[in-house]
């Protein structure tokens, strides 16, 4: 079985892996990975700033009262990731398949495409699969994380309209209010 499989990413600088045609599949023609970079390198989010101020004015609020409880409480409150476009949502979700797909794999033809992967996955500090469909898009969602981890962060989290309602993503809060 022949497959073509054309790694064709967004940014003009970088270039296709594989261009051969009737050539036997390799694991990652197989595995269909396609990386895609649908922000440049160079671009507003290469630095992937934290864009709390896209956020709904009530999770900026909550934000806000949580860091000023979880101070109060002796502790300390770090935000990591706040408001995403949805093409960002979209691409960290596909750095994450790739990575899944790959990072197993250790064949010498796969290297580049799983550095660049591997890349990318390191870039984002993905712990937890990317919702096709988040509400840190929607702006009520945000990533952080706290010491000591003593705080009872739910506790706090609760009282200031706020939830970790992904089970399993311990760093995600949502505003529950309106």
Request: charged share 15%.
């Amino acid at each position: 079985m022949h497959v073509v499989v054309a790694v064709t990413p967004a940014h003009p600088a970088r270039r296709s892996l594989s261009k051969r045609r009737n050539q036997p599949a390799t694991w990652f023609q197989l595995a269909t990975v396609r990386l895609t970079f649908p922000l440049s390198l160079d671009g507003p989010l290469s630095t992937f700033a934290i864009d709390i101020a896209n956020m709904t004015q009530g999770t900026r609020n909550a934000l806000t009262c949580l860091q000023n409880a979880v101070g109060a409480a002796g502790g300390s409150l770090s935000v990591t990731s706040a408001y995403r476009p949805q093409s960002y949502q979209d691409h960290i979700r596909d750095v994450w398949d790739k990575w899944q797909a790959i990072k197993d794999r250790n064949d010498a033809a796969c290297a580049q495409t799983k550095a660049q992967v591997q890349t990318e996955w390191n870039r984002h500090g993905l712990t937890f699969q990317p919702a096709a469909v988040s509400n840190h898009t929607s702006g009520r969602a945000f990533d952080a994380n706290w010491s000591p981890g003593t705080l009872n962060i739910d506790q706090l989290a609760n009282g200031c309209s706020l939830s970790r309602s992904v089970p399993g993503d311990d760093v995600h809060f949502e505003y529950t209010g309106t």
